[in-house]
T-cell receptor, first 119, second 116 residues
Framework: GAVVSQHPSRVICKSGTSVKIECRSL??????MFWYRQFPKQSLMLMAT?????????EQGVEKDKFLINHASLTLSTLTVTSAHPEDSSFYIC???????????????FGEGSRLTVL | AQKITQTQPGMFVQEKEAVTLDCTYD???????LFWYKQPSSGEMIFLIY??????QNATEGRYSLNFQKARKSANLVISASQLGDSAMYFC?????????????FGQGTRLTINP
């Protein structure tokens, strides 16, 4: 099946630093990728929709200057958490929509997630 | 308003028994898709089953089936013959519109524990 890879899977950083998380579709091209955030024992909350070659669309309440999203190619989207603080500690998951996705379900493929801990 | 509601924070089931995980949704769209995902402790989201709003028959995938009751706006997941490996978080999700570019909205999740 289709594979989406996230890197790093775990990252620990100091408060005030920036952290970049990569989301790659390994065997398909994706014009659209989604970034989710999941706090412990909670659900996935959509942060933004990333479209190749254009600006990301952020959900209400998500700071675009803090969570920079770049979708520079059809196989890579990056999320940069700028000036990270302890409250940004969370599990970040990306998902990718294949370029040739049909109308049926199941085409949205998720990465393994990246656990960010800000000290 | 909550679009996807999962009212069971936790479920405990004996191995080999069937289990039903509840999910209700709210939408004014005629076209939508309903999904169930499994999230083990490792964190990855594993797609289980999909039901389109126009699908007349309930979706089935192996031991998973989706009990779709459109008038009641419910999309319960049924797992038959549960196994220890089924222990995980389960999320119901909805996509408004049938085209894939629409975002998924997730429910709160249900933690399923299978006892030996």
């Amino acid at each position: 099946g289709a594979v989406v890879s996230q890197h790093p899977s775990r990252v620990i950083c100091k408060s005030g630093t920036s952290v970049k998380i990569e989301c790659r579709s390994l065997d398909f091209q994706a014009t659209t990728m989604f970034w989710y955030r999941q706090f412990p024992k909670q659900s996935l909350m959509l942060m933004a929709t990333s479209n190749e070659g254009s600006k990301a669309t952020y959900e209400q309440g998500v700071e675009k200057d803090k969570f920079l999203i770049n979708h520079a190619s059809l196989t890579l989207s990056t999320l940069t958490v700028t000036s990270a603080h302890p409250e940004d500690s969370s599990f970040y998951i990306c998902s990718a929509l294949p370029l040739l996705a049909g109308a049926a379900g199941g085409e949205l493929f998720f990465g393994e997630g990246s656990r960010l801990t800000v000290l | 308003a909550q679009k996807i509601t999962q009212t069971q924070p936790g479920m405990f089931v004996q191995e080999k028994e069937a289990v039903t995980l509840d999910c209700t949704y709210d939408t004014s769209d005629q076209s939508y898709g309903l999904f169930w995902y499994k999230q083990p402790s490792s964190g990855e989201m594993i797609f289980l089953i999909y039901q389109g709003s126009y699908d007349e028959q309930n979706a089935t995938e192996g031991r998973y089936s989706l009990n779709f009751q459109k008038a009641r706006k419910s999309a319960n997941l049924v797992i038959s013959a549960s196994q220890l490996g089924d222990s995980a978080m389960y999320f119901c999700a909805m996509r408004e519109g049938l085209q894939g570019a629409q975002k998924l909205v997730f429910g709160q999740g249900t933690r399923l524990t299978i006892n030996p």
